[in-house]
């Protein structure tokens, strides 16, 4: 398989299945094996199928180096069990797939999947209500990524009243148009800007095909956005939709561990373990993922920002796709992010497994917990794995309100509020500012900047020590002498000879120039 990413798309999930099935059958190596005293041609052991895939998913963009061998050997299983290869003797489906010297082989059918088709209806309204939008009152005038000095949450609860009211008198001097705000006008606003945002940071023409805009419930971003604690946690009004306390209880004890305030019963040997399985338990109970069934598609289509050199780029749309979440889900997923963060990063943390370290263990436990697709998919524990890692190390920016968000929706509605963006045939609507972020280069291409950008950074450093009139001279000579210890090459760039040296101080050379060398008088001899 290439070492390329499968494009932004509607089900990005089964074109990576069909892509990696695809990949096995035709790279696979195959050969002639020996078992109970006979021969079987064109086959494969079961150890190395494992070695084969583990190989091909680490060195993939879609998939990464942090792709594990038992991770590897159940993509195998479901292989096995979706018949995209058999046993020796022709069985699959409740067969099982050990990392040994089992026989198997590839069945004659093809191993992919149809591509299943949007349904017309839906497709049609997406469009439709995608397309009306673009061509109702509610255009950008300006979208600013700067983050206004009034927090979102004073905006809603000053401006509650304030949308449903008339423009004043004193403001018609300044306004085309007197609207009346609706709270429908508000919603509207928000489904509107959130997915325009979306669409640009993704850098793709359209969402249509990853999430239908009826998906998107103004109701949950707007509380989202406006109902946090301090710490920017979502606030639920309705504690039944809330974690039970017995749960929450047991979250902060393994999240402040030991340093824990809320448990006071006695410990035992293997206690951590105990509590660690009872929060595991409930949150493998739940009926769907915390990311929900309908958003599946939209987290796997940003699972290629994951990349380093597109790392903004991913938290700012898991930013963004997070606020969609009923806010139920949404603070369960802060709550978990915040606890499996800490314990991960905890040296105090006893050991929960006894093969498995305290991350991979969480990753390995809750993957499924956060995303997965309603249909088996096949490789959702890997998908799911690779984002639970990513949001583990930037839960805090993602899972914060976004400020700007909150600075552009306030933008909106005053221009609306005015008229201003009545018609968008006038002349008064700006267009949508386009952001640009940075192409994918060579590993060589990344290696030669790394140089070039450090190396123009110490030379930066070097100029700063000469140039430092308030560095004493003795001081200036010691901190030279350092440089030039640690970076002779820099160092000889800038003072190739002795007498650039010396003009710095203005001083003699600090290597002396060779003495003249005078011919010896020739002794002659007086032995005749």
């Known amino acids: 398989m290439e070492n390329r990413s499968v494009p932004p798309g509607p089900y990005r999930a089964t074109k990576l299945w069909n892509e990696v099935t695809a990949s096995f059958r035709a790279g696979m190596p195959l050969r002639k094996h020996r078992q109970h005293f006979k021969k079987y041609g064109n086959c494969f052991t079961a150890e190395e199928a494992v070695d084969w895939l583990y190989d091909l998913l680490r060195n993939n963009s879609n998939f990464g180096p942090e792709v594990t061998r038992q991770q590897t050997i159940q993509l195998l299983r479901k292989f096995l069990k979706n018949h995209v290869i058999e046993d020796i003797k022709g069985r699959w489906g409740s067969e099982n797939l050990d990392d040994n010297s089992q026989l198997f082989r590839f069945p004659a059918n093809s191993p992919l999947k149809t ?8 497709r049609k309204t997406s469009i439709d209500n995608f397309s009306k939008d673009k061509d109702s009152i509610f255009k950008l005038r300006n979208l600013s990524r700067r983050t206004p000095k009034k927090h979102g949450l004073q905006f809603f609860q000053e401006n509650t009243e304030y949308m449903n009211c008339e423009i004043n008198n004193e403001d018609q001097e300044n306004s085309i148009y007197n609207r009346e705000i609706s709270q429908k006008d508000v919603e509207e ?9 979306l669409q640009t940071i993704l850098g793709v023409s359209s969402l249509e095909e990853v999430i239908n805009p009826k998906q998107v419930i103004p ?14 946690i979502v606030i639920l009004q309705d504690k039944s939709d809330d974690l039970p306390h017995w ?6 004890c393994l999240a402040n561990w030991p340093r824990s305030n809320d448990m006071n019963n006695p410990t035992y040997i ?10 595991a338990d409930y949150f493998l109970d739940l009926p769907e993922p915390l990311l929900t069934f309908e958003y599946y598609e939209l987290f796997v289509n940003i699972l290629d920002l994951l990349q380093p050199h597109l790392e903004r780029v991913a938290i700012d749309a898991l930013q963004l ?4 979440l009923p806010p139920p889900n949404r603070r369960k997923l ?39 697709c309603a249909e088996e998919v096949g490789l959702d524990e890997i998908l799911a794995a690779r984002l639970v890692s990513f949001l583990m190390d930037h839960h805090q920016e993602i899972l914060q309100v976004p400020s700007y968000l909150q600075s552009a929706v306030e933008n909106h509605l005053d221009h609306l509020k005015k008229g201003c963006i009545k018609n968008p045939r006038d002349g008064l609507i700006a267009p949508l500012p386009t952001y640009s972020y940075c192409k994918q280069i060579s590993a060589q291409e990344f290696d030669e900047q790394k140089v070039s950008t450090s190396q123009a950074a110490i030379a930066e450093l070097l100029e700063n020590i000469i140039k430092n009139k308030s560095l004493p001279l003795k001081e200036k000579r010691k901190k030279l002498k350092q440089f030039q210890k640690e970076y002779p090459l820099i160092y000889q760039k800038r003072f190739p000879t002795t007498e650039s040296e010396a003009a710095l101080f203005g001083d003699k050379p600090t290597i002396k120039q060779p003495m003249l060398i005078l011919r010896k008088p020739k002794f002659h001899s007086i032995r005749y």
């Open 115 to 122: 591509l299943p088709r949007r349904h017309p209806e839906l």
């Open 189 to 197: 606003v928000w489904r509107y800007i959130i997915l325009i945002y």
């Open 219 to 232: 109701e949950y971003i707007m509380y989202n956005m406006t109902n946090t604690s301090k710490h920017g």
């Open 247 to 252: 749960v929450l209880s047991a979250m902060k």
């Open 270 to 279: 293997g206690f951590e373990r105990d509590v660690f399985r009872t929060i």
């Open 321 to 324: 796709c997070c606020l969609l």
């Open 334 to 372: 802060q709550l978990l992010m915040r606890m499996i963060s800490r314990m991960s990063q905890n040296v105090d943390m006893p050991q929960l497994h006894d093969t498995m370290g305290t991350r991979s263990l969480m990753i390995h436990t809750f993957s499924r917990c956060i995303l997965c």
